[in-house]
């Protein structure tokens, strides 16, 4: 059996008396893609926040290539999250004043990369996403699909096991929202990467092979697409 | 119907067979229920007793393959007047979906587990939707808009019936 590129164990999470999560327990595979939907409110970004590492569950394990989180250092747990897991959230959450191509090569440098090889590499990324041309741009000159285009390159670049995308359209107009999907599905795709969606968009749902459905912090069902 | 009146349409380009009209059909809307060839025969008797088409050949001895036949003027006419009109926001047939899932809560049955199957279904076929490159003739990607659009209706309604049915369940 291989060892999941995300396990979720039994996880709950408190917003200190609202109770987001209930013991929810997922797998994603290698090279899998997950969305991860339900109604506004239901956990969704809690549960990719825990799965992240940005949030620390109240119960429960996440395991990341087999690695529990909890059981890591701080110093190992953050160079896991920098070269394991990439991130996409609704808002590109790009570092303002900073050229895209400096932008994308950033986690490569925070992982010890030399700049000339992060440079490199962050160009090949933009290619990928399509907007190679806009590389020494700084985000406010961008539509908001660009500067989305760019947050997929740079959450793929360190080729992380797994994207962990919130919404990663909900701030695009369709069609731009799809052109963005599109770039990430087929992103993942090439990297092997899994990734999971976390979207109320139907039409971005469609393009996973897996739903995991929330209901109120609770699995309500998971179905293969 | 509206299958008479797009038969209409599809010799309004100019006489053809019966089979010719099956596949204009069928190319007009590739991602729908291809048009039975005894859908198209039935149809096209019925426009011909009406005077909308009419047989313009008919090689002797023939099956009704070997018939070409022709828009008429009153059925030129009939066209246009059937493209003028919108159709009436009705609620016509109730929907199989409907159906089932007013059934499977009246029985007992498990409808959160039929509505997940049926979003699965739908999730799929929107994605193979999606996944056909866009098409170079100018309607079928107009066509498959319309059946994305209404599957995703579709599932947002099944979002509200499930909610509806979990409620009731809490509240038992
Ligand atoms: N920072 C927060 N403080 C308090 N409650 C929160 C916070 N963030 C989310 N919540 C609550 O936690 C629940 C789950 O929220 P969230 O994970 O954001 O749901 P979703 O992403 O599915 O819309 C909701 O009831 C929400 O109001
Ligand atoms: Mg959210």
Redesign the pocket.
């Known amino acids: 059996m291989t060892t999941p590129a995300l396990e979720l164990t039994d996880i709950e999470y408190k ?2 008396r ?1 109770v ?1 999560l209930r013991g929810v327990s997922l797998q994603i595979n290698p090279g899998e893609i997950v969305a991860i939907t ?1 109604a ?8 990719l926040h825990c799965a992240a590492g940005i949030l620390t569950p109240d119960a429960g394990a996440v395991r990341v290539n087999g690695q529990e989180l909890a059981s890591l250092s701080a110093d190992d747990r953050a160079a896991l999250r920098r070269t394991q897991i990439g991130v996409v959230l609704q808002f590109g959450q790009l570092v303002p004043d900073v050229k895209l191509v400096d932008n994308v090569a950033l986690p490569l440098l925070l992982a010890g990369h030399s700049r000339s090889e992060a440079h490199v590499q962050a160009l090949e990324w933009l290619k990928q996403v399509g907007i190679e041309g806009e590389a020494d741009a700084v985000p406010a000159e961008l539509s908001g699909g660009q500067n989305q285009r760019a947050a997929v390159a740079r959450a793929l670049v360190t080729g992380p096991s797994i994207v962990l995308a919130d919404e990663p359209t909900g701030s695009l107009d369709s069609r731009a929202g799809k052109e963005l999907l599109e770039v990430l599905v087929q992103a993942a795709r090439y990297r092997g990467t899994a990734l999971v969606m ?1 979207t109320h968009d139907n039409l971005v749902a469609a393009s996973a092979t897996r739903e995991i459905r ?1 209901r109120d ?1 609770v699995v309500q069902h998971e179905v293969v697409l | 119907m509206a299958t008479a009146e797009l038969v209409l349409g599809l010799l309004s380009g100019g006489p053809a067979h019966g089979y010719d009209v099956k596949r204009g059909h069928d190319a007009w809307f590739p991602d729908s229920r291809p048009l039975a060839f005894g859908q198209v025969y039935t149809t096209l008797g019925r426009l011909e007793r009406d005077g909308l088409v009419e047989v313009v050949e008919k090689t002797s001895g023939g099956g009704p393959d070997r018939t070409v036949y022709a828009l008429t003027g009153k059925g030129r006419d009939h066209l246009t007047d059937w493209l003028t009109d919108p159709v009436p926001p009705a609620w016509g047939n109730a929907d199989e979906i409907l159906r089932k899932l007013v059934a499977a809560v009246r029985t007992g049955g498990d409808a959160a587990a039929f509505v997940a199957r049926q979003r699965a279904s739908h999730l799929r076929r929107i994605r193979e939707l999606q996944d056909n490159p866009a098409e170079q003739d100018p309607t079928s990607p107009i066509v498959r808009d319309y059946i994305v659009a209404h599957l995703d209706a579709d599932l947002r309604w099944l979002d509200g019936a499930l909610d509806r049915i979990s409620q009731q369940e809490v509240s038992e």
């Open positions: 917003y200190r609202n987001a339900g506004s409110g239901c956990g969704k970004s809690t549960l976390v929330l912090g």
